[in-house]
């Protein structure tokens, strides 16, 4: 993708909607991800209600980017200001971590409560790729808004301790309301 034009194209958006802004710095991250990180002395503004302007900036530069480079998909952009979508990112792997103990200690599947497909690609790269994570596996299950993450045991469908399910058996989460995950704005 052509940095200079995320460059541009995202300082013009922020100056439009006068949202002051220092810089903007682009980095290639692993699994084809470009992180987009506005330094601000204003990251508040820029972030809105629960990270709504951040959202809409990311989709209208997502959109953007698409249509300019005639991309058969949207790119896979994360906008970031004041480090507020890694520290939402390093959430939900800790929850991942929590749940992951919850379920080695019960033998039982749980699931996250839905969150939208960013969040669950971190949870299931995250699972996948952590070497003490190993016996452990994820699915997604629902559809649209409601689609969650199953965190289970790999031995399950081998004779494991849990008990598994059919693949279309809606599974009832089984989370503590106050898992942290409430306020995901992605």
């Keep these: 993708m052509d940095k200079k034009f995320i460059e541009s194209t995202l300082g013009s958006l922020?100056?439009?909607?006068s949202l002051p802004f220092d810089a903007v710095n682009i980095t290639e991250e692993e699994g084809g991800i470009t992180r987009v990180d506005i330094v601000s002395t204003?990251?508040?503004?820029?972030?809105g209600w629960h990270g709504e302007t951040l959202n809409g900036l990311q989709?209208?530069?997502?959109?953007?980017?698409?249509t300019k480079e005639k991309l058969e998909?949207?790119?896979?952009?994360?906008?970031?200001?004041?480090g507020y979508r890694?520290?939402?990112e390093d959430k939900v792997r800790k929850v991942a971590e929590q749940k992951a103990d919850f379920v080695r200690r019960t033998g039982s599947r749980i699931s996250l409560p839905p969150m939208s497909p960013y969040f669950r690609r971190?949870?299931?790269l995250y699972i996948a790729s952590t070497p003490a994570l190993h016996d452990l596996t994820t699915e997604?299950?629902?559809e649209g808004d409601y689609r969650q993450i199953v965190l289970r045991l790999k031995d399950e469908s081998a004779g494991g301790t849990g008990s598994p399910t059919a693949p279309s058996e809606e599974l009832?989460?089984?989370?503590?309301k106050d898992d942290g995950l409430e306020n995901l704005d992605i």
């Design 140 to 142: 997604s299950v629902g």
């Design 59 to 66: 989709h209208m530069l997502k959109s953007i980017v698409r």
């Design 14 to 17: 922020l100056t439009f909607l």
């Design 73 to 82: 998909k949207s790119p896979f952009i994360v906008v970031d200001v004041d």
């Design 86 to 88: 890694r520290m939402q």
């Design 172 to 176: 009832s989460p089984v989370m503590a």
């Design 122 to 124: 971190i949870v299931h």
């Design 42 to 47: 204003s990251a508040s503004r820029i972030i």
